[in-house]
């Protein structure tokens, strides 16, 4: 009976932490978009710029992110396991690190005018977790910064 409360109790924490912890990572991340909500512009497609402008300076910017959930999270997936459906506990995590990773990647851009043929990747670092871990996930954002003269 011990046992059983004290997982009861952990999960409340977890979650209760993990709440609060992704809530303001969340508003973080909306108050830095705003504040880069015109420079640089970004380009996920692969169409090229035709400008008159002369070209100052190309370089290659990223962003990177390694972002994990929490033991509630990874319980609540666990259970999702047995009956399958989405995961939609770590789809929130998966939005906040993608995030994270173009706002670090506009962040280094800041003098160029845009960012041209962006591009998202992610890969789980260890995936095959025991109960002592959780999942985690490397996301990483990169292009082309251009800025003109």
């Not at 996920?44 to 400008?51: E, H, V």
């Not at 706002?103 to 041209?116: D, V």
Request: charged share 25%.
């Amino acid at each position: 009976m011990e046992d059983i409360i004290f997982l009861l109790i952990l999960l409340g924490v977890t979650y209760a932490t993990g709440t609060i912890i992704e809530k303001r990572h969340f508003e973080s991340i909306k108050k830095r978009e705003i504040a880069l909500i015109k420079k640089p512009i970004i380009n996920f497609g692969a169409k090229t710029w035709n400008t008159n402008k002369k070209i100052k300076k190309i370089e290659l910017v990223t962003g990177e992110c390694v972002i994990s959930g929490d033991y509630f999270k990874n319980f609540v997936a666990g259970l999702k396991n047995l009956f399958g459906g989405r995961l939609t506990t770590f789809e929130s995590v998966l939005d906040r690190g993608r995030r994270e990773a173009v706002l670090r990647m506009r962040e280094k851009a800041k003098g160029a005018n845009f960012i041209i043929n962006t591009r998202i990747e992610s890969i789980m670092i260890n995936d095959n977790y025991t109960k002592e871990s959780v999942p985690q996930c490397a996301i990483i954002a990169y292009g082309t910064a251009v800025t003109y003269e």
